[in-house]
């Protein structure tokens, strides 16, 4: 979480004067210490090189993911002209990986994007204001947690239909209330602080102390659990797309990609593993980014 400011005797001014953020120092630090964790930038590594190659397909990916041919299919990795195989319908495995990583990718961090605005928001107002504005917004986010994420996902797509934009309108309803949640719970402490007490006595409005004190006192957290969240997303979009309530035949998808190859496992099991490895890379990549951030913006940890 980030570290807190200190109280600032500059509150104490007219409303008119816009206080002061949280000293620039603390954010130097951070980035300092991310630095020397050689863990996360490994995993950024990793992240950029394939957000690079789904960004750039067409010149990573020499063949067309979607022509195939019968005669072709199911080689075997190392095969030439096809270094990572063929599946089932003679499609060049490397082109349909690097085309589905940019379906993985939307379909993964779409929804926590649309989450981090409307669950933040929503938590941030709920935390911030309180009493029945509080008991209303967070009473009705109790009610999601009654359905597991998978379940609820799988029913909102089976009722609205299979698609990919279907897909990141369910997981994005799935993400919202944790995010609501987080968002509430740092905003309820920060609230409660002395230097946003001092600011509400001196008059500043509440728009001023939302975005210039609470909001940059939780705004850290609430990156760092959505960053998280996105290999969550990763792997329920790919699990909605195996069972065929995500992105449909024959566009290139990982999770699609899995439930295509699963009759080809007793042939060629390399082959037929290969859009899981590269859910499972990257959905770790995405939690060790997150955990090396929260320990950088932990201040205790690095006393």
């Known amino acids: ?35 020397r964790d050689k863990v ?46 063929t599946d089932e319908t003679g499609r060049d495995i490397w082109a349909r990986l690097c085309y589905g990583a940019r379906l993985s990718l939307i379909a993964g961090m779409t929804p926590v994007m649309i989450s981090l605005v409307i669950g933040g928001f929503l938590g941030v107002t709920a935390g911030y204001m309180g009493g029945l504005v509080n008991t209303m917004i967070m009473r009705t986010m109790d009610v999601f947690y009654a359905f597991p994420s998978i379940l609820l996902a799988i029913a909102i797509c089976g009722l609205l239909g299979n698609g990919l934009s279907n897909a990141i309108l369910a997981l994005s309803i799935v993400f919202i209330p944790p995010m609501v949640r987080i968002s509430e719970t740092v905003t309820t402490q920060a609230r409660h602080l002395d230097f946003v007490e001092a600011a509400r006595a001196s008059g500043t ?58 009759q080809a496992i007793y042939v060629q099991p390399l082959v037929a593993a290969l859009p899981g490895a590269c859910i499972f890379v990257t959905s770790m990549c995405f939690n060790l980014m997150s955990d090396g951030f929260r320990g950088a913006m932990d201040v205790k940890l690095n006393k």
């Open 1 to 35: 979480m980030a570290k807190l400011s200190a109280f600032d005797p500059a509150l104490a001014a007219p409303a008119d004067v816009l206080p002061a953020q949280p000293s620039p120092g603390y954010w130097k630090a951070v980035g300092q210490r991310l630095l």
């Open 40 to 85: 996360t930038l490994a995993v950024t590594a990793i992240l950029l090189s394939i957000i690079i190659i789904a960004i750039f397909a067409p010149v990573f990916a020499i063949q067309d993911p979607l022509a195939g041919s019968v005669m072709r299919r199911l080689k075997p990795i190392g095969t030439e002209g096809h270094w990572l195989g």
């Open 205 to 262: 409005t509440t728009m001023q102390i939302i975005r210039y004190h609470v909001l940059s006192n939780v705004l850290g957290a609430i990156l760092v659990y959505a960053t998280s969240l996105i290999s969550l997303s990763i792997i329920l979009s790919a699990g909605l797309s195996f069972l065929g309530l995500g992105v449909t035949p024959p566009q290139p998808e990982w999770g699609l990609m899995l439930n295509s190859l699963r």
